[in-house]
């Protein structure tokens, strides 16, 4: 059996129970040790007053001139115990050894004790020194005027209620152990209808309910409501049933706000592309064109190849968070990275780039496009949110099961704020500066996106003077 910790609801109601028991144990255990103790005291007792003094009366007073020493020990129990007192004084006392009287020597406070002894006053308990244990005692009036005490001894009782405690602790002890045994399996096996329900509680603790489809676990079948647990069963049921309706809710608005994204950039595509379309036209017109006209259309022309770009960015992410399945091909990302810093070379001739590649190619399996464009936008960023003459460096690096890519530069680095949401949509450090330089704040979104459509991760470090973008892809 498991060790049952005692904080636990089945350590502390096995503790409780055995500790009432324990209880109940040392009630019964005191209480039956008092009861045979003034049980066997009273027959002491009776023994006492039924012997009426016999043996004492029958020890001669020290001062009686013929006196023979000898006793009536007839039918006296060993170690009786006899006195006779005269005006308060002891004359004579003995004990029955060996069916024979023994006179004793009593030390004065023997003495003392046995004159304090109230005559027929029932049973004392005493202890005389010259016996060395407890006895109990009667005294009596004689014959003579004299005081007669008796007494037997006491630890017959004693030994019979230690025997009884004995046998008490022992099975005590015993019905203790077992009761502890029997009570945490008993407990183990009541609750564990609630263990049932913790386990359900942490598996749906578990899943991932932020976002996307759940598959939300079926109904607990404990749902006896004449039990605690099958109360709790069933309120842990009706919460999971409005915890999976809320989430089919949201699963539903999410994938509409999705193809609503989706069809919006796809429709807007044809009417961006025909005003681009007219611009150009317009512009290759012969006839002469006043100025102001000739600079609107170039900034028609402009603005709208802006908005293609950001029209096909707002399509690629709606269509990766759908879930669309990316193409699965080997592609060299060697070669892929060739090409994306020839290209970024070209586009910023200012900055310097720097390449740090393996000897051998290295291949992963993807989208050759999409991960050109994720590699791209690192480079585009590189170049434009650093001022001419920073050093970027690509480098790709190899391990066992991943393939790294980091595009490093020595820029003045992300504003630390930024830092944390620096791949969610539309973040950008300067939104005034970016609108006139055409950044929309979704190049490291798309980054994210085509990484994780991956199966791998994108992070950033920065700080001023250093900035690496790393990409982790399954190798
Ligand atoms: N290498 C870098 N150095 C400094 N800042 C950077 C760097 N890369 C990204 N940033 C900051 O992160 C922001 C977000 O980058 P992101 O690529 O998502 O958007 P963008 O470059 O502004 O626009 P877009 O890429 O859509 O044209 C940028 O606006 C810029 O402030
Ligand atoms: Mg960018």
New binding site residues.
Partial sequence: MRRLPLRSLRGQLTAGLVVLLALACLAVGVTTSLALRGFLMGRLDQQLSASGGRFAASLEHETEPDADNSADTRGQAEATFGARLLDGTVTQAAVVDDATDRPLQLTPEDRHTLAGIPVGGGGYSIRLSALGKYYRVTAVRGDDQDTLITGLPLHPVEETVHRLEAVEAVLFGAALMATGIAGAVWVRISLRPLQKVTARAAEVARLPLASGEIAMPGPLSDTDPRTEVGQVATALNHMLGHVEDALTRRQASEERLRHFAADASHELRTPVANIRGHAELALRHHSPVPAEVRHALERIDSESVRMTRLVD?LLLLARLDAGRPIEHEPVDLTLLILNATDDARAAGPGHHWLLDLPEEPVTVTGDAHRLQQAIG?LL???R???PTGTDVTITLTKERTTVLVDVS?N????PEE?QPE?FGRF????HAR?RSTG???????IVHAVIAAHGGTATVTSRPGH?TFRLVLPG
């Fill in positions: 960015d936008n585009a960023n590189a434009t949110h650093t530069d820029g003045p680095g992300i930024l620096v973040v950008r450090a300067d970016s950044s929309t704040g979704l190049g490291l979104a900035t």
